[in-house]
């Protein structure tokens, strides 16, 4: 499986972004993830969705303001940032996993390459 990240940048606080990430192989995976990791801090679980039903989980930092979606056709998810804070500033991942999660405990089997998302204040 191979993930294609991309959607990143420069946005002012307040601001909005949305992240795509598209898979490919032919190996299929469950569910979907995006994590992120900013300067010195380890990488951390944001949101997760499942393929078949669309379960989703997301972590205490961004819920209310972001929106992970998926479009199965395209094999692609979405994750829609709102109300950007400057501590969003972050290296965002996607991931895919083979197990069906849709919680923290999601454990990825593959990686996309990351995309820079800057929010200034």
């Known amino acids: 499986v191979q993930l294609q990240a991309s959607g990143g940048g420069l946005v002012q606080a307040g601001g909005s972004m949305r992240l795509s990430c598209v898979a490919s192989?032919?190996?299929?995976?469950?569910?979907m993830a995006w994590f992120r990791q900013a300067p010195g801090k380890e990488r951390q679980i944001i949101s997760t969705?499942?393929?078949?039903?669309?379960?989703?989980y997301y972590a205490d930092s961004v819920k209310d303001r972001f929106t992970i979606s998926r479009d199965e056709a395209k094999r692609t998810i979405y994750l829609q940032m709102n109300s950007l804070k400057p501590e969003d500033t972050a290296v965002y991942f996607c991931?895919?996993?083979?197990?069906?999660?849709?919680?923290?405990?999601?454990?990825?089997?593959?990686w996309g390459q990351g995309t820079q998302v800057t929010v200034s204040s």
């Open positions: 969705i499942t393929w078949s039903l669309g379960n989703t």
């Open positions: 991931a895919a996993s083979q197990g069906w999660y849709a919680s923290s405990r999601f454990q990825p089997d593959y």
């Open positions: 192989g032919r190996t299929s995976t469950k569910s």
